[in-house]
């Protein structure tokens, strides 16, 4: 069985030239065999960088396209090919887009060696520790306390135990974050599992510090992001000072990145992306990293139902993977590209019995917002 061809699909819902937030672009690939299996996989990324990644002709033996990196190989010999693709585009990836796309391949590479197989994903990397995993909700904050308590009544209505918020406004003006933060803790108790996501957004340690102090009445579960990974001097502070678990990391990639997060940065909780940070191949390295160092890992996830697929065969397979991600965006990427969207059932996603990622893909949502 050799590799045929790989398709990118690249879709986004507003116009190419209006403003997108989360949720509303998304980047998959289709890996076609010689023989007719096609695996499936996408990354939260730009659309059009990661395309470029796979599409590039060959410059160098440091500077070479995915795809023709991996047309003729064979596909069930997943970590051979990811170790040539992440040395054979040395230049143009190793980091951030390159990793990226190269995670969507794997994905799909995975989603073949599932079906050549016949057995999931989950038995393919060891095994099933768990029927159902635990989900928390994550919603985009609307720009009023009132709005947000409305939303956070309705997900915890709709079952959930444990809610997080991000994005949007959030961020950008302390009193209004303390204001939303207020609200939506009132709406759903003290003893309702509630975390926040700042994107970074908070900048510096010195204003992270202010605002880890300020929000602390609303017993939040962690505080996600604050400021950039980067800076790893300020994370390792506010792990010291904030009473809430300190989480990051969905921006980064490779066990290289994860490793000295790690240990420099001194987070409670990693949230390595599966479509961003190397893959299912990858984000298995990333997790024995994380145990060696007593740290949690709880995967971000905030894009399409492949995304959702392969997350939950992961966690499936790995001993303490017992909380994961489930967005409540309503973009039709979400919603509506994957018609046997994995449901929420009472806080839990039951984990499928399925071959491969097990995703029907809805090609008229496809055509409909294809770039």
Not at 228 to 244: H, I, P, W
Request: hydrophobic share 40%; charged share 25%; proline share 4%.
């Amino acid at each position: 069985m050799k590799i045929a061809d790989i398709e990118v699909i690249t879709l986004r819902v507003p116009p190419i030239d209006q403003a997108c937030e989360w949720g509303e672009d998304a980047f998959i690939v289709k890996v076609v065999t010689d023989n007719g299996f096609i695996g499936i996989g996408e990354s939260d990324t730009s659309p059009i960088v990661a395309k470029a990644v796979i599409e590039a002709p060959n410059s160098n033996l440091y500077c070479s396209g995915l795809k023709s990196l991996l047309i003729g190989e064979n596909p069930l010999e997943i970590q051979k090919l990811w170790d040539k693709m992440y040395w054979s585009s040395n230049y143009l990836g190793r980091r951030g887009a390159g990793i990226h796309a190269m995670s969507a391949i794997d994905i799909a590479l995975w989603d073949i060696a599932s079906q050549f197989y016949q057995v999931p994903i989950y038995m393919l990397l060891g095994g099933k520790y768990r029927e159902k995993i635990r989900a928390y909700g994550t919603f985009i904050p609307a720009d009023t306390p009132e709005e947000n308590k409305k939303i956070a009544r309705q997900l915890k209505d709709k079952g959930f135990t444990s809610l997080k918020f991000g994005g949007g406004i959030l961020g950008d003006d302390a009193q209004t974050d303390y204001e939303i933060i207020k609200a939506v803790r009132e709406e759903l108790g003290n003893d309702f599992e509630l975390q926040i996501d700042l994107a970074s957004k908070w900048r510096t340690y010195s204003h992270a510090a202010h605002m880890v102090k300020k929000v602390e009445p609303f017993q939040l579960n962690w505080i996600e992001e604050p400021v950039l990974a980067d800076d790893m001097r300020g994370y390792r502070k506010l792990a010291n000072l904030s009473g809430a678990k300190l989480a990051g990391g969905e921006s980064l990639t490779t066990r290289f990145e994860f490793d000295d997060f790690i240990k420099q940065a001194q987070p409670d909780i990693i949230q390595p992306d599966i479509t961003r940070c190397g893959g299912i191949s990858e984000m298995r390295i990333i997790n024995d990293i994380a145990e060696m160092n007593g740290i949690k890992l709880v995967p971000h996830g905030f894009s399409t139902g492949i995304l959702l697929a392969a997350t939950v065969q992961f966690l499936a397979a790995t001993k303490d993977g017992d909380l994961m991600e489930y967005s409540q965006s309503t973009s039709p990427l979400f919603t509506k590209l994957v018609k046997n969207l994995i449901p929420i059932e009472n806080g839990y996603v039951k984990v499928p019995d399925v071959i491969g990622l097990g995703v029907e893909l809805d090609e008229t949502i496809i055509e409909m917002y294809r770039i």
